[in-house]
């Protein structure tokens, strides 16, 4: 495993500096351009889904929502870019977004780093790439590693076609931003799922949480046409063989539904240690969309901040190194592990072995910072990060000796441009459990 003491320091030494020199620039109003658009990313005909080990290598059967690729293209007058890809999807792999970046780079000459690629997480979508390989690849016959690489294919197609939408659309907008709070996300490492309903009307739910509900609006000459928000919690309401974006596919459905003619667009935010709970009925879905939908709606309905200033993108590739590695020896050990998984990854990791000659020694982590205007400090990390991330950053964030904000305006997204593996803070690291190692096993 990656030395999580290290790449929580990184993470946010790094964030930090970035922000710190974004903030430090002088800002001046400015006139936003925007535009939105879509393309249905739901497979075309029936293949494995993402996100439950369980699962096995069985097709979905159906669909309860479209699955959707959403771009939001940004630019100011000083022409800085920005480019969000918001993606129905559990997560995408390292090669698959340099593929879909180099993709949208090649054909409307934006530079990656304004590029976000944002997965909900959702664990009801299709296999994505090499995304959590050693759990689907454990159990894969040729035709099903066929139709994920068919897929992977089709995606950026209609990854592009957003895009174009979204460029197609631009014009003069107005930018704004507020901050909501929904209640329904709730710290699964400690409330048992059983006594959370109880634990609830008591008011004795433990653990961190993040219930911010961050709000962004884009209106065209007057109108509004497209709302982008965020929440920390896995998209795993549901676990049946039916394509859903789970509670923020509803939530999506019912902002689109109630205004007419805009793009709804969710990013997850550092959720990876919590969950929406109770889970496992499809009513419950609907009424946590529905609950995050109104939240949105109340924040729309409110005065909402104008953003004004420049607008600054950055993007960075930190090597965090790898604690020690396996050596071959003990890869062919694994081999023969009675856990596939174990054993799945064991074979991947001897055909890097052999391609490359050895395990690269460190990992080259992504966090992309945002700075819109004067207003919103936007943080994207990658992998599966829990609340401690958020919680701090925007701590350190709003008080810093550089910069005094209020920490709703600071927003922290996970599942960013590579989910590479559960990033758990020192203290969840030390404490074990899934997030603390166990789910390494599928990445």
């Not at 890809?85 to 054909?107: E, K, P």
């Not at 959590?132 to 089709?154: G, K």
């Not at 609950?291 to 200033?309: E, R």
């Amino acid at each position: 495993m990656m030395t999580y003491s290290r790449l929580t320091t990184v993470i946010l030494t790094v964030t930090l500096a970035l922000a710190t020199l974004q903030s430090g620039s002088q800002l001046f109003a400015t006139n936003f351009s925007a535009g939105a658009g879509r393309a249905n990313i739901t497979p075309e005909r029936p293949m494995p889904m993402a996100g439950y080990a369980s699962r096995g290598a069985k097709h979905a059967e159906g669909k309860q929502t479209e699955l959707w690729a959403k771009s939001l293209i940004l630019e100011d007058s000083e022409t800085n870019v920005a480019l969000l890809v918001t993606l129905d999807l559990v997560g995408i792999d390292r090669v698959l977004s340099d593929r879909i970046c180099q993709a949208i780079s090649t054909t409307h000459n934006i530079d990656r780093k304004g590029i976000v690629l944002a997965t909900s997480h959702t664990h009801s979508g299709p296999v994505v790439a090499g995304n959590l390989r050693p759990m689907h690849y454990a159990i894969f016959n040729q035709q099903e590693q066929l139709l994920v690489d068919e897929y992977a294919t089709f995606l950026i197609k209609q990854i592009v076609s957003s895009v174009d939408m979204a460029l197609k659309n631009k014009s003069p907008a107005d930018i704004a931003w507020g901050s909501g709070y929904c209640s329904f996300a709730t710290n699964r490492r400690n409330n048992p799922a059983e006594q959370v309903p109880q634990l609830r009307a008591s008011g004795q739910l433990q653990g961190p949480v993040d219930h911010d509900v961050p709000v962004l609006s884009v209106r065209q000459s007057g109108k509004l046409t497209a709302v982008l928000f965020g929440y920390a919690c896995h998209c795993t309401t549901l676990s049946d063989f039916q394509w859903s974006g789970d509670y923020a596919g509803y939530a999506q459905e019912q902002l689109e539904s109630e205004h007419p003619g805009t793009i709804a667009m969710f990013w997850a935010g550092c959720g990876a240690d919590q969950n929406p709970l109770p889970r496992r009925e499809l009513e419950l879905a609907k009424k946590y969309g529905s609950d995050l939908a109104y939240s949105v709606n109340q924040v729309l309905a409110s005065p909402m901040a104008q953003i004004t200033g420049e607008m600054k993108v950055q993007l960075q590739w930190q090597d965090i190194p790898f604690a020690d590695l396996p050596t071959r020896e003990m890869l062919l050990a694994d081999t023969k592990s009675t856990n596939i998984y174990t054993a799945s990854r064991a074979e991947a990791l001897l055909k890097k072995i052999d391609a490359k000659g050895a395990l690269s020694p460190s990992y080259a982590y992504p966090i992309a910072t945002w700075q819109l205007g004067d207003q919103i400090l936007w943080v994207f990390l990658g992998g599966e990060v829990v609340v401690d991330y958020a919680l701090r950053l925007k701590g350190e964030l709003s008080t810093g000796k550089h910069d005094s904000r209020d920490p709703r305006s600071i927003w922290v997204a996970a599942y960013c441009n590579d989910v590479m593996a559960y990033i758990p803070s020192r203290r969840i690291l030390a404490e074990g459990g899934y997030e603390g190692g166990g789910a390494m096993v599928y990445y």
